[in-house]
């Protein structure tokens, strides 16, 4: 998140003034104000769609013989769930490797589906509501304080360096 928000200057600035239209600089974001920041939750939910946290997740074990869009699927069979190809399907979210948090805000036209990084149905995670209310936590305080900079090193060329500048 904190990679993505660095690499996206102009995500940055449009993040910040929504905070500061709706929080202002004088308190600290809190989870009440989640519902208001339509731009924010956008955001989050292309970090979420992007960043890949799990490509590939091996899920649930298969207890009885069946089939799946003509596949036969053997019992005892592993399922596996492809992350990757779900948030990159081109007939659910329009130029899937563009990074573009409006896709999610768009009033227009179909909304795309919400990612599903943290799986779905009764095996999903138990811990998404805590994990996403802190990371909001955590991002509007950031971005309500900081501007940060990615800085490529031209001599390192394996890794990367944030740079945080005090706005
Ligand atoms: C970015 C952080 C996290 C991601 C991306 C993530 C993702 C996932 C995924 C993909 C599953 C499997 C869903 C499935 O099999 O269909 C899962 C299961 C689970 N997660 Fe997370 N998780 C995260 C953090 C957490 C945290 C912080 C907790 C606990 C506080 C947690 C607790 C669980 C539990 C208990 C399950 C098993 C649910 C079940 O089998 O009924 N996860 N998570």
């Not at 592993?78 to 990757?84: R, S």
């Amino acid at each position: 998140m904190i990679k993505t928000l660095a690499e996206h200057p102009e995500e940055q600035d449009k993040l910040y003034k929504e905070i500061l239209d709706v929080i202002g600089s004088n308190r600290q974001p809190t989870i009440e104000d989640k519902g208001k920041l339509t731009y924010f939750n956008a955001f989050l939910s292309e970090v979420m769609r992007t960043s890949d946290f799990f490509n590939l997740f091996p899920s649930l074990e298969c207890i009885k013989e069946t089939t799946v869009g003509g596949y036969r699927i053997p019992k005892g069979s592993i399922m596996v769930l492809n992350f990757y190809s779900a948030h990159r399907n081109p007939e659910t979210y329009e130029e899937p490797d563009k990074f573009n948090p409006s896709r999610f805000t768009q009033s227009t036209g179909r909304r795309p589906e919400q990612p599903i990084t943290f799986g779905v149905g009764k095996q999903s995670c138990l811990g998404e509501s805590y994990v996403m209310t802190q990371a909001f936590l955590f991002l509007t305080s950031v971005v309500q304080h900081f501007h940060l900079n990615y800085r490529k090193m031209q001599i390192q060329l394996v890794t990367n360096s944030i740079c945080l500048e005090i706005c």
